[in-house]
T-cell receptor, first 118, second 110 residues
């Protein structure tokens, strides 16, 4: 199993540009999570999906952030327009959830995308 | 609202034990523990559920005191590979959802 795959691993972009981060979850998993990690704020849950449906996006910091999961094997996190304070490592994770208990199972993380907005 | 972990940092010699605590100001449904090595992704260690159920790895143990809204991670006979930053992830109700703790940096020396 290849695990959760994120791309790109590193992204440097200029302020104001659109950024799209991509995630391929583990095959067979039915839940997907997007996290952000910074020195100042630590690890934060941004949004999570169950069976491709967004369940809770209350962690998304601003309307500039959006996430989609068009099918069970692909998700994107988009920032438009990007700002320097969006610089962070963005992690995607997936898990296999039973009976809708989203946080009762192990989540497997991808290697992350390090985003730098200059 | 972020759960507070203690200690913030700890240095051990191989073979020594350590306890990492996670305290929340809100009622919790479950607590997860992760270890993250520098430049890598967090790795799941343990889930503790309300009611006492635990799911995790054999060599890691933890406790969850629902009344005190606290969890503790017990690392025994530490190995060099235990070095990293440990995070608790806490699930609550209502608007609380899921929040990570402040983190504990642990270093094991030979």
């Amino acid at each position: 199993d290849a695990g959760v795959i994120q791309s790109p691993r590193h992204e440097v972009t200029e302020m104001g540009q659109e950024v799209t981060l991509r995630c391929k979850p583990i095959s067979g998993h039915n839940s997907l999570f997007w996290y952000r990690q910074t020195m100042m704020r630590g690890l934060e849950l941004l949004i999570y999906f169950n069976n491709n449906v967004p369940i809770d996006d209350s962690g998304m910091p601003e309307d500039r952030f959006s996430a989609k999961m068009p099918n069970a094997s692909f998700s994107t996190l988009k920032i438009q327009p990007s700002e320097p304070r969006d610089s962070a490592v963005y992690f995607c994770a997936s898990s296999l959830v039973n009976r809708g208990q989203i946080f009762n199972t192990e989540a497997f993380f991808g290697q992350g995308t390090r985003l730098t907005v200059v | 609202q972020q759960p507070v972990q203690s200690p913030q940092a700890v240095i051990l010699r191989e073979g020594e034990d350590a306890v990492i605590n996670c305290s929340s100001s809100k009622a919790l449904y479950s607590v997860h523990w992760y270890r993250q090595k520098h430049g890598e992704a967090p790795v799941f260690l343990m889930i503790l559920l309300k009611g006492g159920e635990q799911k995790g790895h054999e060599k890691i143990s933890a406790s969850f005191n629902e009344k005190k809204q606290q969890s503790s991670l017990y690392l025994t006979a530490s190995q060099l590979s235990y070095s990293g930053t440990y995070f608790c992830g806490t699930e609550g109700s209502g608007t609380y959802k899921y929040i990570f703790g402040t983190g504990t940096r642990l270093k094991v020396l030979a």
